[in-house]
């Protein structure tokens, strides 16, 4: 007997927050959010449950979405088999993380949407992604593969059972190893193992899809700043130069698509995500630190201008990405025809336009079904990018021309840990270049979380979106954003952005720490909806919490000098060490905290006015420099002890020149005399400069 959906509501979504279970409030699909009143209905009624996890601007969500669970056959064959729960990946990345395991253990890959089916009590039996309507070329559909499923949960539980028991147990962490030593050796395998897999033509690493991965490339640039090896840095260039003439970047509104489905970079899965622009932005700052191209500087400029106009949030915070689609068809909204381009521009324009962006009669974007061009154009630069200074015009035009189309839709929900790394990018920026806005926008987004999205007690909350914020922080709200505070300090040297990172990072230490093995959880320990509570350090599309909390913890160690953050950094990376020795490619973000660890590694401290322009000439040569490795103080001159001073008690004692800013700077647990000349500081530095 197929069970209605409740009536008045479409179904139980109809009141969520997240923009992608709303996207679904009116399926014929009896769907339940994640929670008790779900499995407590499984178990009474003695069925499995269908879970199915995607996100707002997910394209094949979006696909599976129109052909199955908008259809009624569908939804009346899985209402009657099961008890359905939708749930947004980005608003719980720890059941998400679950369930992506599962789904690999049992099919070898994973992805979204992602579909599980479980018993009452959490235990998956089966997985797969995506899921056509009907059967089509060997890959079973919905109308053929639902009633399987109930035939064999009713007819043959037991082997269900076991099976789900069987991976289950395969979900348990691993027994821990004893540490396996880390050094130079383990960050040279990594470079090697990178180069191996690097594609010297089209930039980026291994074939088709092609992800950015910028975690990698901040590796790389530590590699060529530590060892001097000049293929590191030129596989860091000609990956960046190819991503940003590639169609993956919006050569008309800036920003980046989320990855190239082919290893061209050209064409891109069109969504656009807050993280990718963050992270790029942060490898092009430092790219632009090493090689000094301006076309780098201009590249992240760009991201922010796109992120500031298009992602800003009223209240100061940021959103968390656009969609793919519009019109219903991937990519439709940054596709042009060349009659398209005759008709935004002056004649004497499309010739230019049309060879700049590679925009041709015939086309060359292919229809997903049929493979045939359809006339429509991915915009991208190829060879030498062109300087005519027309051509900014003509970019402005098509964009507002642009703008009269339809819009892909807007994931408007605000995440805490997004927050986190738009933050330390923008903050970032204001350093490398110099530009106050960024730190005002990084000012106003950390300003936002502080205020709307912390718990009475300090504890930081996931999600906000409609005036309401909720779902409780997870590792990566804490760890994304004790990186942002610390870079914003670097900006503003306001002293409590540190103090909010310290307090952070100890509560923390207090909800995620493993006691018994080290290193973090995901999740906290009341977490009683999870099957297992995960420990994961492998850095993908973003980095992981662990990895992103080993560097919050060695530079906060570094500016407090408090030992046992650098020990918790110690027990961190031990806790990883075996799985980092074996395949050290895979932990790059991670490997950035080892590169630290083990040195040189500085503090440098500037005792001056803060309001003297000297001081900022002196504080703007020191940021400029690729120096990775360092943190930055300002001690306000003057004897009373400043509110640095109470987060870094060593600086009490170090005292200025009323002739000028001095400088302090301390190498691996020893200091230097103290200089007011500027270039003699960067020599220590880096004695190469």
């Known amino acids: 007997m197929a069970h209605d959906a409740p009536t008045g509501t479409g179904n139980r979504l109809i009141h969520e927050k997240s923009p992608y279970l709303l996207q679904h ?51 009346a064959l899985m209402n009657d088999a099961f008890v359905c729960i939708k749930l947004d990946r980005e608003e719980r990345p720890d059941i998400d993380g679950v369930y992506m395991t599962v789904c690999q253990m049992m099919t070898g890959s994973g992805g979204w949407p992602l579909t599980i089916v479980m018993t009452p009590d959490r235990q998956p039996f089966f997985a797969a992604t995506y899921i056509p309507r009907a059967t089509r070329f060997g890959r079973m559909g919905m109308l053929e593969l639902v009633p399987q499923i109930q035939h064999i949960w009713s007819t043959r539980r037991g082997e269900l059972l076991d099976a789900a028991r069987q991976i289950t147990d395969g979900l348990q962490p691993a027994a821990p190893t004893d540490g396996v030593p880390l050094g130079r050796e383990t960050l040279d395998l ?46 860091v260039c000609t990956t960046l130069e190819a991503m940003r003439r590639g169609g993956i970047h919006d050569q008309l509104g800036f920003g980046f698509h989320r990855y190239s489905t082919d290893e061209r970079w050209l064409v891109p899965h ?165 530009d106050a806005t960024y730190a005002d926008a990084a000012r106003r987004a950390a300003h936002f979380v502080r205020e709307r999205m912390r718990q009475p007690d300090g504890h930081l909350l996931h999600r906000f979106r409609d005036g309401e914020a909720g779902i409780v922080g997870m590792l990566d709200d804490y760890a994304f954003m004790g990186w942002g505070l610390i870079e914003l300090y670097e900006a503003t040297f306001d002293p409590a952005h540190l103090n909010w990172a310290l307090e952070l990072t100890h509560l923390m230490l207090e909800r995620f720490w493993d ?92 005792v001056a006015d803060p309001a003297a322009p000297a001081t900022r000439d002196v504080l703007r040569a020191l940021q400029r420099p690729f120096l990775p490795n360092k943190v930055l103080l300002l001690r306000p001159q003057g004897d009373a002890p400043s509110e640095l001073c109470r987060v870094a008690p060593f600086t009490a004692d170090q005292k200025g020149s009323p002739d000028g800013p001095t400088i302090y700077v301390c190498q691996d647990f020893h200091c230097h005399r103290p200089t007011r000349d500027v270039g003699q500081a960067l020599r220590l530095l880096d004695p190469r400069a």
């Open 270 to 434: 069109f969504e656009k995500m807050l993280y990718d622009q963050a992270q790029i932005a942060v490898a092009c700052l430092e790219a632009y630190q090493v090689t000094g191209d301006e076309a780098q500087a201009r590249t992240a400029r760009q991201i922010f201008a796109y992120v500031l106009r298009d992602l800003g949030a009223p209240e100061g915070g940021l959103y968390s990405a656009e969609d793919a689609d519009s019109e219903g068809v991937e990519g439709k909204f940054y596709l042009w025809t060349l009659a398209q381009l005759q008709e935004a521009l002056a004649p004497d324009d499309v010739e230019l336009a049309a060879a700049t962006f590679r925009v041709a009669a015939q086309g060359n974007f292919r229809d997903e079904a049929s493979g045939r061009r359809t006339g429509a154009n991915i915009l991208h630069q190829g060879g030498v990018e062109r300087q005519d200074p027309r051509l900014e015009t003509i970019r402005e035009r098509l964009l507002q021309h642009r703008n009269l189309r339809p819009r892909p839709s807007l994931d408007d929900k605000q995440l805490t840990d997004w927050n986190g790394l738009m933050i330390a990018a923008l903050a970032r920026g204001a350093q490398v270049l110099g």
């Open 515 to 606: 006691t018994e093995h080290g290193g973090l959880f995901l999740a906290r320990a009341d977490a009683t909806d999870l099957l297992v509570r995960q420990k994961t350090a492998h850095d993908g599309a973003i980095p992981s919490g662990n990895s992103v909390a080993l560097s919050v913890l060695l530079r906060l160690a570094r500016i407090s000098a408090d030992a046992t953050l650098e020990q918790r950094a110690e027990e961190l990376m031990r806790a990883f060490s075996a799985r980092i020795a074996a395949a050290p490619a895979a932990y790059t973000h991670m490997l950035l905290g080892l590169d630290f660890a083990i040195g040189p590694a500085h503090e440098v401290v500037v």
């Open 190 to 235: 990594a470079y090697h193992q990178l180069h191996r897999s690097f594609d010297a033509q089209q930039g980026g690493f291994g074939r088709a899809p092609k992800f950015p991965t910028p975690h990698t490339l901040l590796f790389l640039l530590r590699h060529h700043h530590r060892t001097g090896d000049a293929d590191a840095l030129r596989m």
């Open 25 to 75: 409030a009116h399926n014929p699909v009896d769907w339940h959010p994640w929670g008790d009143e779900a499995f407590e209905r499984a178990r009474r009624e003695d069925r499995p449950v269908f879970l199915s996890i995607g996100y707002a601007t997910c394209h094949w969500c979006h696909v599976m979405a129109h052909e199955s669970f908008e259809d009624v056959e569908v939804a």
